[in-house]
């Protein structure tokens, strides 16, 4: 029978006061305000994204005043009981790119292909998590925060782009033994059939499979903020990535969702986190889910997609939003119901045509609105319905672990 846990409930910390900028002049105090605001809404932990090139300004030169600030925010976080999962490379950050001068310019190289760029960036790998696995609130640390994002200003083949991942991967693992260590991909990586970076490698690489659904991709463009393709787009990530994944047991981290203007209208944003939260935490796959994000952008600051600004569960000024209401609604129900995990078994699922693992040529197959994600949404409004690829779907024991009990294949 599927494994049954907790769901941790979490958010994508971004400053209320200067955005990542705040890195440039951290403030624990902002900090603090910020983590009673989350700790608040019973949220559980936090992911913070130390930006890359302010702590690696030269390929030969780590800072150890970016390192220690990072520990500075862990350590405030551990005062509100929150737990942190700390991002290495941004990286790729609401629609700017933070890459130091080295790989820039008369520099330039890609970070995926170029030896020297990915020693350096081992060598910040190792540092940072060696430094940050010295707290105990730290639980967790991502490679960077969506890097097929750097793809294709960084050239890459999806064999540099996975053995890229996984000589990082084995670096924070030395470092960290104890933690968990995970390669973070937005979802061209499961659409999109000509992107180098594959899906197979998502669910091989690190300790868990981490999903970012965001309705934004076409999915709200289907049947609106609260139809079923769009509610449920969280829970057919994680489906597929339980699909593709060979180990039954794998679970899924959804370590970004969020309510999107203008896909999301304001009036529906509370009713979006009901049901898309619904959905999800029934999925015995499910990990945790980590909000994006906590803080609104002060529209001070310039430059950004419209949708950018008012993406966090509460405000610049601390006011927690209808989404941040419903979010710690739902956690509360949740915990008092589960308590112990999800509940197990009598699932049914439907047959993918397409083995993500060994077919990423087909991906197209598989995306919103395609006919297969069009029959697994129709059938999902009966209930839970998990997704089994290729001869997994044969195989009793795989079947088993997952909780399903029923496979139907797609007429």
């Not at 700390?86 to 609401?94: K, W």
């Not at 940050?132 to 490679?143: E, I």
């Not at 499910?286 to 952008?297: A, F, P, Q």
């Not at 197990?344 to 395609?370: F, I, N, S, Y």
Request: net charge negative; proline share 8%; glycine share 8%.
């Amino acid at each position: 029978m599927p494994l049954s846990r907790p769901t941790r409930f979490g958010a994508n910390y971004v400053p209320s006061a200067g955005w990542f900028h705040s890195w440039l002049d951290p403030s624990p105090d902002t900090y603090r305000r910020d983590f009673e605001d989350l700790a608040g809404i019973g949220l559980d932990h936090v992911r913070v994204f130390p930006v890359w090139p302010w702590i690696q300004p030269n390929r030969a030169l780590i800072r150890r005043r970016g390192v220690d600030d990072v520990l500075a925010l862990i350590d405030v976080a551990a005062e509100f009981g929150l737990s942190v999962a700390v991002d290495l490379l941004q990286g790729h950050l609401s629609s700017f790119d933070f890459l130091p001068s080295w790989v820039l310019t008369w520099h330039r190289r890609s970070v995926f292909t170029d030896r020297d760029v990915r020693d350096g960036i081992a060598a910040y790998a190792d540092t940072l998590t060696r430094a940050v696995a010295s707290r105990d609130n730290v639980f967790a640390v991502t490679l960077g925060n969506e890097v097929n994002n750097l793809y294709p200003a960084n050239p890459t083949t999806p064999q540099e782009s996975r053995s890229w991942a996984a000589e990082l991967i084995d670096v924070v693992r030395a470092a960290a033994p104890g933690l968990l260590s995970l390669h973070s991909l937005y979802d061209a990586t499961w659409y999109d059939p000509g992107h180098p970076f594959h899906p197979a490698d998502n669910v091989d690489l690190g300790d868990l499979t981490t999903v970012h659904s965001w309705v934004f991709n076409g999915v709200s463009e289907i049947d609106g903020p609260l139809g079923p393709a769009t509610v449920t787009h969280a829970d057919y990530l994680v489906e597929l990535a339980a699909a593709t994944a060979l180990d039954p047991a794998r679970p899924v981290w959804l370590q970004e969702i969020g309510v999107p203007l203008p896909d999301v209208p304001g009036a529906d944003a509370a009713e979006f986190v009901r049901r898309t939260l619904d959905a999800v935490t029934a999925n015995p796959a499910l990990w945790g889910v980590t909000w994006w994000c906590s803080h609104d952008l002060d529209r001070s600051l310039a430059d950004y997609p419209e949708r950018e600004y008012d993406l966090g569960l509460f405000t610049v000024d601390h006011r927690p939003k209808p989404a941040a209401k419903e979010l710690e609604a739902v956690i509360g129900e949740t915990r008092r119901a589960a308590g112990t995990g999800h509940a197990a078994g009598g699932r049914r699922a439907l047959r993918c045509p397409v083995d993500l693992r060994t077919q990423p040529e087909r991906r197209a197959e598989v995306a919103p609105g395609g006919p297969f994600h069009t029959e697994w949404v129709r059938l999902r409004q009966a209930g839970p319905l998990a997704i089994v690829a290729g001869d997994r779907a044969d195989d009793a024991q795989h079947l088993r672990t997952r909780g399903i009990d029923a496979v139907i294949t797609q007429a």
